[in-house]
């Protein structure tokens, strides 16, 4: 008979565990206390700096040592000068005059007077240094690790209450970055409750970004934390798979099972790859979906070290990354629907530009194509040979990876009366991520679908699969937990995607978009595309132009964003300040 299997992150006995927790805003002031040292910034004479403004400068005394001196809402002092996501230079990204600090790259954003993590992908706080002015130099107070790292980590410290009375455990199903987002999100608000994630991944929660893009199958390479990090948390972390929800009775089943009672729920479960109901494709071996490490390492183990034919199935982000990450060694084509890749997305002309791109690495494209069929191998009939187009076109074929969509991992709620799904198999949530009709319960990921009220979103309800949303969505969830009067801060959907180069994209069109304002050459991966509807700017992608898209992001979020007018007047988007 099985049972739950848990990972080792508590000692002894698996009891509710409670905090004792530096939150980090005071972290902050102890990490301060304890950097007694001064540093001298090179080349600084004063804190002369206006309203907004940033520079990077050198610590001297600290090899490689660099922070970022700012005037953040008035006050001047310095952060680490690394995002803590994969490191970009935050000088070169925006600053609002309120103080708010956001990475060039992938939109991470941080407060910047207290170096918290405002928005995803971040998950480490940037350590802040206090300044002083003096004899005509700058310094400032902190540790060398610190200068060094550009990284706060958040201070959690648990243990086991007297009694194991659990009063109000929380249980967050799944092992992603919505299920993280909210774990973290819990113990940085004060939550100091038993907290519980079940999850069926089989390993601690990663950066599942790079499973697609880098094609890493190692977990322990991509792991966002540790065990000993969930076990300063007080977290246990489950190994199993949740088949029922019992909202009734406030508890949850699973596969093996057991009965795991909650006050809170949040449910996080991700999405499940969609696979083709055609001919060959249910019966023939080395076909894949990539969603988790365990598929990118069959997907690895069955190119070996180089020169297979590899069929993609989906000209979307996944099945283009992957040919990106597979064209160099091995003979790539890949199938699409539609007339360009991502042109449902980014339109015809932008697609057709990151098809160049991609065609230069060596993918060949068939599209307006529809699969007829898969057919064995003439040398070993279990497995693919070949796919066959309903034009006749034939594709051998070595190994098959589909890219044709992923559906929200709900099954386990489908026969559930107490919930209804929506039509697409998803839950309808509230601003706060709490399931419509449920008390107590909250959805976040791939699977909830929530209002938005980005530009041209009005309210209506959307289903956003993107890395960002969905711990931006735990981390909703979670403070509505801790603190139901807080209102949710709106966040603007920002992911990035490498197809040969670096494209950023923020914003939504999934209420549609009619006109496209392009400045630039997408074919040559330097351009900045504005996605429409009337007059308002609903979305933007970018090749080459950083920091356009954070920029944009952050005048979305404050309702800034200049018209469709504006931009077609060739406006500069970096000389708008973002007042707030």
Known sequence: MHRLQRFILSSGHPKPKYCTQVPARHFTE?????????????????????LGDKQEVEVEGVENGKVVLLNAAGKVQAVGAKCTHYGAPLAKGVLTKSGYLRCPWHGACFNAKTGDVEDAPALDALPVFDVAERDGAVYITGEESAIKSSRRSPNFKCSAAPGSAQEDPIVVVGGGSGALGAVEGLREKGYKGALTVISNEGYLPIDRPKLSKALISDTSKIA???????????????????????????????????????????????????????????????????????????????????????????????GMEVAVATAADNSVSVIGMESVPLERVLGKD??????????GKGVKFYSSASVDKAVPSESD????????????????????????????STEYLKENSSLQLEKDGSIKVDQHFSVVGQQGVYAVGDIATYPYHGPGG?????????WNVAQNAGRAAATHIVSSSVETSQFIPVFWSALGSQLRYCGNTANGWDDLVLDGSPGDAKFVAYYTKGDTVVAMASMGRDPLMVQSAELMRFGNMPTKANLQANLDLMSIGVPA
């Open 30 to 50: 102890s990490f301060r206390v304890m950097a007694a040292k001064e540093y001298k910034l090179k080349g600084v004479t004063s804190l002369a700096l206006s």
């Open 224 to 318: 966002w934390r540790d065990k000993a990090w969930f076990e300063a948390g007080g977290v246990q972390w489950v190994e199993g798979e949740v088949t029922a929800v019992n909202f009734s009775d406030r508890h949850v089943e699973t596969k093996s099972g057991g009965k795991i009672a909650y006050s809170k729920l949040i449910l996080a479960t991700g999405g499940t790859p969609r696979k083709l109901p055609l001919e060959g494709f249910k019966t023939l071996s080395n076909i894949f979906t990539l969603r988790n490490a365990h598929d990118v390492k069959k997907i690895v183990d069955t190119i070996g070290s180089k020169g297979k034919n590899i069929v993609i199935v989906g000209s979307s982000f996944i």
């Open 350 to 359: 932008v697609g057709a530009g990151v098809q160049k791109i991609v065609q």
């Open 381 to 408: 009939p279990s497995a693919v040979g070949a796919v066959l187009l309903k034009d006749g076109t034939r594709l051998d074929a070595d190994l098959v990876i589909l890219g044709v969509g992923v559906a929200p």
């Open 458 to 466: 009005e309210g209506k309800p959307v289903r956003i699969e993107h």
